[in-house]
Protein backbone atom coordinates (compact mmCIF):
# COMPACT_ATOMS: atom_id res chain seq x y z
CA UNK A 1 0.00 0.00 0.00
CA UNK A 2 1.23 3.38 -0.56
CA UNK A 3 0.08 6.30 1.59
CA UNK A 4 0.70 10.40 1.36
CA UNK A 5 0.33 12.18 3.91
CA UNK A 6 -0.29 16.20 3.85
CA UNK A 7 0.47 19.05 6.04
CA UNK A 8 0.70 22.64 6.09
CA UNK A 9 -2.89 23.99 5.51
CA UNK A 10 -4.81 26.70 7.41
CA UNK A 11 -5.96 30.03 7.42
CA UNK A 12 -3.75 32.84 6.25
CA UNK A 13 -4.28 36.76 5.61
CA UNK A 14 -4.14 38.05 1.70
CA UNK A 15 -0.91 38.33 0.87
CA UNK A 16 0.61 35.70 3.55
CA UNK A 17 2.55 32.58 3.19
CA UNK A 18 2.11 28.96 3.99
CA UNK A 19 4.45 25.62 2.94
CA UNK A 20 2.58 22.55 2.42
CA UNK A 21 4.19 19.07 2.78
CA UNK A 22 3.43 15.76 1.47
CA UNK A 23 4.97 12.55 2.25
CA UNK A 24 4.94 9.50 0.47
CA UNK A 25 5.04 6.14 2.24
CA UNK A 26 4.81 2.72 1.35
CA UNK A 27 5.61 0.12 -1.25
CA UNK A 28 7.31 2.43 -3.60
CA UNK A 29 10.22 1.61 -5.98
CA UNK A 30 9.78 5.01 -7.92
CA UNK A 31 8.16 8.13 -8.14
CA UNK A 32 8.26 9.30 -11.38
CA UNK A 33 5.95 13.11 -10.68
CA UNK A 34 4.80 14.33 -7.53
CA UNK A 35 2.03 17.54 -7.86
CA UNK A 36 -0.25 19.46 -6.12
CA UNK A 37 -4.04 20.23 -7.34
CA UNK A 38 -6.65 21.97 -5.79
CA UNK A 39 -10.67 22.10 -6.07
CA UNK A 40 -12.38 25.07 -4.43
CA UNK A 41 -15.69 24.23 -3.39
CA UNK A 42 -18.15 24.12 -6.41
CA UNK A 43 -15.41 23.62 -9.05
CA UNK A 44 -13.36 20.91 -10.69
CA UNK A 45 -10.44 19.96 -9.30
CA UNK A 46 -7.10 21.81 -10.91
CA UNK A 47 -3.33 21.58 -11.65
CA UNK A 48 -1.55 23.71 -9.12
CA UNK A 49 2.46 22.37 -10.51
CA UNK A 50 4.20 19.50 -10.41
CA UNK A 51 7.70 18.66 -10.53
CA UNK A 52 9.67 15.42 -12.15
CA UNK A 53 12.43 13.35 -10.40
CA UNK A 54 14.70 15.14 -12.10
CA UNK A 55 13.30 18.62 -10.69
CA UNK A 56 11.30 19.27 -13.76
CA UNK A 57 8.28 21.53 -13.05
CA UNK A 58 5.17 23.00 -14.33
CA UNK A 59 2.72 25.53 -12.97
CA UNK A 60 -0.93 26.57 -13.02
CA UNK A 61 -0.20 30.57 -14.69
CA UNK A 62 -2.67 31.08 -11.92
CA UNK A 63 0.20 30.51 -9.53
CA UNK A 64 3.38 31.18 -11.23
CA UNK A 65 5.93 33.52 -9.80
CA UNK A 66 4.19 33.01 -6.55
CA UNK A 67 4.07 29.14 -6.10
CA UNK A 68 7.48 26.90 -5.97
CA UNK A 69 7.15 23.51 -5.77
CA UNK A 70 10.08 21.57 -5.09
CA UNK A 71 11.20 17.80 -3.83
CA UNK A 72 12.86 15.99 -1.83
CA UNK A 73 13.78 12.59 -3.81
CA UNK A 74 15.11 10.88 -0.91
CA UNK A 75 12.16 11.56 1.66
CA UNK A 76 9.51 10.97 -0.95
CA UNK A 77 8.47 14.32 0.07
CA UNK A 78 7.15 17.24 -1.93
CA UNK A 79 6.72 20.75 -1.07
CA UNK A 80 4.58 23.34 -1.86
CA UNK A 81 5.71 27.25 -1.11
CA UNK A 82 2.57 29.55 -1.48
CA UNK A 83 3.51 33.26 -1.07
CA UNK A 84 1.35 36.00 -1.79
CA UNK A 85 -2.01 34.22 -1.11
CA UNK A 86 -5.15 35.54 -2.53
CA UNK A 87 -8.68 34.33 -1.77
CA UNK A 88 -9.22 32.92 -4.97
CA UNK A 89 -6.53 30.52 -4.02
CA UNK A 90 -8.68 28.88 -1.00
CA UNK A 91 -9.28 25.37 -1.71
CA UNK A 92 -8.58 21.69 -0.37
CA UNK A 93 -5.31 21.12 -1.59
CA UNK A 94 -4.35 17.45 -2.54
CA UNK A 95 -0.96 15.74 -2.95
CA UNK A 96 -0.38 13.40 -6.10
CA UNK A 97 2.47 10.60 -6.96
CA UNK A 98 3.00 8.85 -10.20
CA UNK A 99 5.35 6.34 -10.30
CA UNK A 100 5.89 2.06 -10.27
CA UNK A 101 4.96 0.68 -6.76
CA UNK A 102 4.28 -2.60 -5.52
CA UNK A 103 6.00 -4.83 -2.82
CA UNK A 104 7.39 -7.34 -5.30
CA UNK A 105 6.12 -6.78 -8.82
CA UNK A 106 6.22 -3.21 -9.69
CA UNK A 107 3.43 -1.62 -11.57
CA UNK A 108 2.64 1.80 -12.45
CA UNK A 109 0.05 3.98 -10.25
CA UNK A 110 -1.24 7.12 -9.47
CA UNK A 111 -2.02 7.88 -5.67
CA UNK A 112 -3.75 10.34 -3.98
CA UNK A 113 -3.30 12.13 -0.59
CA UNK A 114 -6.25 13.07 1.61
CA UNK A 115 -6.51 16.94 0.96
CA UNK A 116 -5.21 19.48 3.46
CA UNK A 117 -7.75 22.96 3.58
CA UNK A 118 -6.10 26.55 2.76
CA UNK A 119 -8.26 29.03 3.87
CA UNK A 120 -7.28 32.64 2.79
CA UNK A 121 -8.82 35.39 4.34
CA UNK A 122 -9.05 38.34 6.55
Known amino acids: QVQLVESGGGLVQPGGSLRLSCAAS????????MGWYRQAAGKQRELVATITSGGTTNYADSVKGRFTISRDNAKNTVYLQMNSLKPEDAAVYYC????????????????WGQGTQVTVSS
Open 96 to 111: DARGLFGTIVAKEGDY
Open 26 to 33: GSIFSIYA
